[in-house]
């Protein structure tokens, strides 16, 4: 396999794409069709939960394929480590803060992805494409911060987390005194308007069918037309569900069915795909939200070594899989060592279809240069982590990571929970500044930041910069370029 770590000529040639001159920002695309663009994004996949990236006692051989036959990423962060503001991350460019969206928005909540905020749809609607969004939104419930409102011609799924309902644990009916008890039934959405009622965990085992078959019908649809589908599986994020299809086909338990089931999905998009001619101008993007949530045990992901996890800004809870497959274009067989994140696929399909990009400003950068085998680009040098409302937690530029004094979450030194029950966490765990080299520590357990002063106080401006832009609330420090998510009034 070929490896992105090495120089390479000054200029690169291939199918499709003209000549880049190294350090050019927007490579053009020589084909007068516009590709089709289908991101996959699923719900607390862990950095080693496929098998090309080392998972085990279960197989996902599509995503295998498709690693084989494209790139895959070895350092690519998720924009923070919750749902719903890793994906306000995804689809605007930004990080979560700069928009307002942090923590995971409960069905109650009054807030929403701002519908002045210009996100991918948008973005490429300007080239005239049709979009889709299938599966999880969690970006506000209320009309106006739904898909339609947002961009996307269509939408089909769940408008938030599918724990996010009244049933506990065990598929029972909660108990009235409980916090689940809070929560309203699960409403799946098609449009802007309620279809059906997830009531119980056989209905959430259709969940990953459901968004398939539809997934599979716009493509079909819009096989004339340049598209863009966002496929967001609400598994496998707890409750873990599967149709009988993949029931104990694992070695792994429900967890690896669960897995099983989102690689066939994936390899239902290739199928009809290539049925409607149409994989040799379509790229396809597989990662997930955030790491996994380690106290559910068995039914939770791997990090694949790497420290903490969920609502973590160790790389357990940021960095994850990343692969994307576009034939012509991306070699065959890389694999992407470089900093890359979730936030840099806008301004990356931007450049593709030669899209304007947001007036308002973003954080992403274009790694259009790592798609097409560059080994000399390095488009993004430095990576923020924020967390809870917001709080600046950890810096990073090239592999050195300096993470800050701060409270967290913690799953170390607690037993995990098993068959859909959480163990328990620590929330509030004091962490200690610690720098740490990712080259040689990516599981980030020694910190050698007296031996390190310069890289040290290097880090520390870049952080003083972050917080005068964006702020950070363990130092009480506001930001000046923060903008506001969109609100309801509560009346």
């Known amino acids: 396999m070929r490896v992105i770590q090495k120089k390479s000529l000054g200029l690169i040639m291939l199918a499709g794409i003209s000549s880049i001159a190294l350090g050019e920002s927007k490579p053009a695309i020589r084909s007068s069709k516009l590709p089709n663009v289908v991101l996959i994004f699923v719900d607390d996949m862990g950095y080693g939960d496929l098998i090309c990236y080392g998972a085990t006692q279960y197989k996902t051989p599509n995503l295998d394929r498709m690693a084989a036959q494209g790139a895959r990423f070895t350092s690519f962060m998720s924009a923070q480590a919750v749902c719903s503001a890793s994906r306000a991350g995804i689809l605007t460019g930004c990080y979560p803060n700069r928009v307002g969206i942090t923590g995971a928005l409960m069905p109650d909540a009054l807030i929403g992805l701002n519908p002045s905020e210009e996100i991918i749809p948008e973005v490429l609607k ?191 809870g940021q960095r994850e899989p990343c692969i994307m497959k576009w034939p012509g274009h991306i070699p065959q067989g890389i694999i992407c060592n470089k900093l890359t994140s979730a936030i840099d696929i806008l301004p990356t399909l931007a450049a593709i279809t030669k899209a304007p990009l947001p007036e308002k400003r973003i954080d992403g950068v274009n790694i259009l240069p790592l798609l097409l085998g560059d080994e000399n680009a390095n488009p993004r040098e430095t990576f923020l982590y924020y967390y809870r409302k917001n709080s600046l937690e950890a810096v990073r530029k090239g592999n050195w990571k300096l993470v800050f004094a701060h409270p967290g979450r913690t799953y170390i030194g607690f037993k995990p929970g098993a068959d859909g029950y959480p163990g328990g966490t620590n929330e509030n765990f004091q962490f200690e500044e610690g720098l740490y080299d990712l080259r040689r520590d990516p599981g980030e357990r020694y910190d050698v930041k007296e031996y390190y002063p310069e890289v040290v106080a290097e880090l520390k401006k870049l952080a003083d910069e972050a917080r005068i832009d964006l702020g950070d609330d363990i130092q009480d420090i506001k930001g000046l370029n923060r903008r506001e998510p969109g609100r309801i009034s509560e009346n």
Do not use: C
């Not at 106290?295 to 800004?313: D, H, I, P, Q, V």
């Open 126 to 316: 300007k080239q005239n494409y049709k979009t889709a969004a299938i599966g999880k939104w969690h970006l506000g419930y209320q009309h106006k911060f739904l898909p339609l409102q947002q961009g996307f011609d269509e939408y089909f799924g769940l408008p938030y987390s599918n724990d996010m309902w009244p049933v506990d644990y065990d598929g029972k009916p909660a108990a009235e005194n409980s916090n689940k008890a809070r929560y309203p039934v699960l409403p799946m959405i098609d449009g802007n308007e309620k279809v059906r009622e997830i009531r119980t965990l056989k209905d959430q085992s259709e969940l990953t069918t459901l968004y398939t078959e539809r997934a599979v019908r716009f493509i079909d649809a819009n096989k004339k037309n340049p598209f863009f589908l966002y496929l967001a599986h609400s598994m496998p994020h707890v409750p873990l569900a599967v149709s009988s299809r993949f029931k104990g086909k694992s070695e792994q338990g429900l967890f690896g069915d669960v897995i099983m089931e989102i690689d066939w999905s994936v390899g239902e998009i290739i199928k009809m795909l290539e049925k409607n001619g149409l994989s040799e101008n379509t790229l396809i993007i597989f990662t997930s939200d955030n790491g996994p949530w380690q106290n559910f045990g068995n039914n939770a992901g791997s990090t694949g070594g790497l420290r903490e996890g969920k609502g973590n800004s160790f790389e357990g």
